[in-house]
């Protein structure tokens, strides 16, 4: 089976890690603040306690989500760039 060298495959998949690092940005502080709630409302068994608690949980659980969620974005971006720098050094240095 013969292959072909294609570039457009390059900037295809660097679209594909560029939506992926927003989806990334969005999804990641949600889910912190899901977990959050859930581990805060876990801790205290009762009263107002309980409230302030799951609240707590949940800003703190968004906070470190989103913290993350950054991170893996920056890491995603720069997969995305080297993919593209890729691609582009092909385009320059192909013989004619």
Wanted: positive net charge; charged residues 15%.
């Amino acid at each position: 089976m013969s292959t072909t060298y294609d570039p457009k495959v390059f900037e295809e998949h660097s679209r594909n890690m560029y939506q992926s690092a927003k989806m990334t940005m969005a999804l990641f502080p949600v889910g912190g603040v899901l977990v959050g709630f859930a581990l805060g409302a876990g801790l205290v068994c009762c009263g107002l306690l309980k409230a302030a608690a799951t609240l707590a949980g949940g800003g703190l659980g968004g906070y470190a989500a989103y913290r993350y969620g950054l991170v893996r974005a920056t890491e995603i971006r720069s997969q995305a760039q080297t993919s593209m720098c890729l691609a582009e050094i092909e385009r320059n240095t192909r013989k004619v």
